[in-house]
C-alpha cells in the first residue's frame, strides 16, 4: 500500500512567523512531490513541486526533498491570516510501466494564522 | 480563460437515482482524472485518462463509468446513487506521462454531491 502520510494539524501559526509542514512517503522510488493548497470549499491549487533533494524556494514558499529519509516539507514564510488553509501533500508512485505514474494525496495539514 | 470546468457545482438527488458530472480542460493536456473528496478530506483518485484511454481505474464500484469522448473531455456516469456516494468530485488535468512534470495536476472546481 503505497502511503502518504501528514499531520492533521492544526498548525497554529502567528501572523510573521514561519509555518513548518512535514509529509512522509512509503515508496523509495518516487520521484515527483507536490504541495497544494486547498481553500474552504475550494478546489486544490498547486503551489509548489521539487524532483531534487535539496531545497527550492518560490517567494515566501520553500519545498525541501529528502529522498534518503522519504520525507518532504513546506516552509511558509512570514505567513500571512490568507495562507490559513488545507495543504497536501502530493507523491507520484509508479502504478507499472503501462499505467506510469499515479499521484497520491496524504490527508493535509489544517493551517491557521493568527493575526 | 477557465482551464479546468466542471457542471454542475451542486448535485442534490435522491437515492437511487442516475446522474452525470462533465469536465472540460482547454490546457491542452492529454491526461485527465476524476478525483473523490470525502467529508473527512481525503482526496482519493478514481479514474484516470491518457488520450482517451484509461490508463487508471482504482476499485471503484461498477455504478460509476467514465467516458472520454476526447482528450479535452472526461464525463462520469453514476448509477444507482447511494447515500455513501455524497462527497465532492473533482476533476483534474495534467499534460501527460513520461516526463516529471507530467504530473503536475490542475483541479477543476469540484462538483458537491449529495444523495438523501
Known amino acids: 500500500q503505497k502511503e502518504v502520510e501528514q499531520n492533521s494539524g492544526p498548525l497554529s501559526v502567528p501572523e510573521g512567523a514561519i509555518a513548518s509542514l512535514n509529509c512522509t512517503y512509503s515508496?523509495?522510488?518516487?520521484?515527483?512531490f507536490f504541495w497544494y493548497r486547498q481553500y474552504s470549499g475550494k478546489s486544490p491549487e498547486l503551489i509548489m513541486f521539487?524532483?531534487?533533494?535539496g531545497d527550492k524556494e518560490d517567494g515566501r514558499f520553500t519545498a525541501q526533498l529528502n529522498k534518503a529519509s522519504q520525507y518532504v516539507s513546506l516552509l511558509i514564510r512570514d505567513s500571512q491570516p490568507s495562507d490559513s488553509a488545507t495543504y497536501l501533500c502530493a507523491v507520484t508512485f509508479l502504478i507499472d510501466k503501462a499505467a506510469g505514474n499515479k499521484l497520491t494525496f496524504g490527508g493535509g495539514t489544517r493551517v491557521l494564522v493568527k493575526p | 480563460d477557465t482551464a479546468v470546468s466542471q457542471t454542475p457545482k451542486y448535485l442534490v438527488t435522491q437515492m437511487g437515482n442516475d446522474k452525470s458530472i462533465k469536465c472540460e480542460q482547454n490546457l491542452g493536456h492529454d491526461t485527465m482524472y476524476w478525483y473523490k473528496q470525502d467529508s473527512k478530506k481525503f482526496l482519493k483518485i478514481m479514474f484516470s485518462?491518457?488520450?482517451?484511454?484509461?490508463?487508471i481505474n482504482e476499485t471503484v464500484p461498477n455504478r460509476f463509468s467514465p467516458k472520454s469522448p476526447d482528450k479535452a473531455h472526461l464525463n462520469l456516469h453514476i448509477n444507482s446513487l447511494e447515500l455513501g456516494d455524497s462527497a465532492v468530485y473533482f476533476c483534474a488535468s495534467s499534460q501527460g506521462r513520461g516526463r516529471l512534470s507530467s504530473y503536475e495536476q490542475y483541479f477543476g472546481p469540484g462538483t458537491r454531491l449529495t444523495v438523501t
Open positions: 485518462y491518457n488520450n482517451k484511454e484509461l490508463i
Open positions: 515508496d523509495r522510488g518516487s520521484q515527483s
Open positions: 521539487i524532483y531534487s533533494n
